[in-house]
Nanobody, 123 residues
Framework: QVQLVESGGGLVQAGGSLRLSCATS????????MGWFRQAPGKEREFVAA????????DYADSVKGRFTIFREPANDTVYLQMNSLKPEDTGVYYC????????????????WGQGTQVTVSS
């Protein structure tokens, strides 16, 4: 059974940084892409970033390009989202997800989800 557990959220001032972690367990992940999505109050869940498990390819939402980085530490099965130069509009619940196959920006293409971690950016 696949399990994803996010951590690292919190309250930060605009311009600050946070690193989110997604601990993975369960079925082998070598063939599946991993992604991060976020959902602000009253808004739909939106794509933030995704990467292949190998790290050879990644994709980002235009709104976070140049500020966020998705990566995985080879030594463990944790996927990270490094968030720099945070803005108030980055506020929301951030979810880690495992895709059914390759890279995708569509949340319907992701089969497994974590419980989410809250990120709040104050102005």
């Amino acid at each position: 059974q696949v399990q994803l557990v996010e951590s690292g959220g919190g309250l930060v001032q605009a311009g600050g940084s946070l690193r989110l972690s997604c601990a993975t367990s369960g079925r082998p992940f070598s063939s599946a892409a991993m992604g991060w999505f976020r959902q602000a109050p009253g808004k739909e869940r939106e794509f933030v970033a995704a990467m292949t498990w190998s790290g050879s390819s990644s994709d980002y939402a235009d709104s976070v390009k140049g500020r966020f980085t998705i990566f995985r530490e080879p030594a463990n099965d944790t996927v990270y989202l490094q968030m720099n130069s945070l803005k108030p509009e980055d506020t929301g619940v951030y979810y880690c997800a495992r895709a059914r196959t390759g890279l995708s920006k569509r949340h319907d293409d992701y089969a497994y989800w974590g419980q989410g971690t809250q990120v709040t950016v104050s102005s």
